[in-house]
């Protein structure tokens, strides 16, 4: 069955991505549109799917799990990134089912995750997830914490299969999408000084930022993975 709403969100969606790198001179593929299925069912996944996105976002491991058995047993090719937080006892599901974790956020973490990949023997791309506003709420490195870390990652842990990609945050809530930029913004800098340093250990080519609301600032900012979840498939099912 095809979903005219789900359609016509993509498609203006699509349409304001291009906008917006194009007023950043930036190139028209520049930008990965991870679609947030979280709490959406598998039909409505399904949709998605037959309307052209093959990316998709879950915050919790279990459900992750069970969406991409269900798509893998039908034979569909998707890409799944955990952008939850990722609890250490349920690192081997997440290096299993998911191409990408947008949450690392300590050593321990990454160690856990290297030791189950290494079992798996499968490489797992990540992102470091950062805290830049600061926000008590909110999981991640703090931004003075991210130089230390990653000195850490080059110098003891060299971590094989685990590819740290990049950097993601997700900053204080604000109505008005410019407030994000000011943080979007620092989040770029601070990947572009990690790279002075660590560009030779590390890729550091992704920045995970921007939801349905302030996408298009994230985007002018640099954002390569948007993180979309209302503005495509409206509210969320409690
Ligand atoms: C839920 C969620 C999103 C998507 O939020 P929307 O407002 O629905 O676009 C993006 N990133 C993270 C980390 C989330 O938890």
Not at 148 to 160: G, M, S
Not at 165 to 182: N, V
Not at 198 to 222: P, R, T
Request: include cysteine; aromatic fraction near 8%; glycine fraction near 6%.
């Amino acid at each position: 069955m095809k979903n005219r709403a789900l359609e016509n969100s993509i498609q203006k969606i699509k349409i304001e991505i291009e906008d917006a790198l194009s007023r950043a001179r930036r190139d028209p593929n520049d930008v990965t549109l991870v679609a947030v299925s979280k709490r959406f069912p598998e039909e409505v996944i399904e949709q998605a799917v037959v309307l052209g996105l093959r990316v998709f976002g879950e915050n919790y491991v279990q459900e992750g799990v069970r969406k991409v058995k269900f798509f893998r047993e039908r034979g569909y090719d998707l890409e799944w990134h955990l952008i939850g937080h990722l609890q250490k006892n349920k690192a081997k599901s997440a290096v299993e089912y998911f191409d990408w974790i947008e949450t690392v956020d300590s050593i321990e973490l990454v160690k856990r995750l290297e030791r189950v990949a290494d079992g798996l023997n499968k490489d797992i791309q990540c992102l470091v997830q950062v805290n830049i506003s600061m926000d008590p709420g909110k999981s991640g490195l703090h931004p003075h914490e991210v130089r230390p870390f990653f000195k850490i990652l080059r110098d003891e842990i060299q971590p094989k299969h685990v590819k740290i990609k990049g950097l993601m945050t997700i900053p204080l809530y604000s109505e008005d999408p410019d407030d994000s930029r000011k943080w979007y913004r620092e989040l770029r800098e601070l990947r572009d000084r990690l790279l002075d340093d660590f560009g030779d250990n590390f890729e550091l080519c992704e920045l995970s930022m921007g939801m349905s609301h302030d996408f298009k600032v994230a985007i002018e900012e640099g954002a390569t993975f948007i993180r979309v979840g209302q503005a495509l498939f409206g509210p969320r099912p409690t």
